[in-house]
Nanobody, 115 residues
């Protein structure tokens, strides 16, 4: 199974930006559709952005125009650039394949948007 390690979260004020990274082990990453998911307290985990193996992207309506997903297959790494952050973006962010299953869910990275 692929190991997935998320990083880059933190505390940021509303309107701020963060860039998340997802480091994956294994060559299967480069041929897999991947996604960023998030889970807020008391809520179900949801997909916020997806990217195909060759770069096609899609976004949840709630983040469209503010978040940008990208990947570097040579580095087995995926990114999520988050701009204009809102308090409702606060959650633990995870990466996995689409659908999930290429690897076990990692620890995630906490994003807190608060003044």
């Amino acid at each position: 199974q692929v190991q997935l390690v998320e990083s880059g979260g933190g505390l940021v004020q509303p309107g701020g930006s963060l860039r998340l990274s997802c480091a994956a082990s294994g060559s299967i990453f480069s041929i897999s559709a991947m996604g960023w998911y998030r889970q807020a307290p008391g809520k179900q985990r949801e997909l916020v952005a997806g990217i195909a193996s060759r770069g096609g992207t899609n976004y949840a309506d709630s983040v469209k125009g503010r978040f940008t997903i990208s990947r570097d297959n040579a580095k087995n790494t995926m990114y999520l650039q988050m701009n204009s952050l809102k308090p409702e973006d606060s959650a633990v962010y995870y990466c996995n394949s689409r659908p999930p299953g290429i690897g076990s869910w990692g620890q995630g990275t906490q994003v807190t948007v608060s003044s």
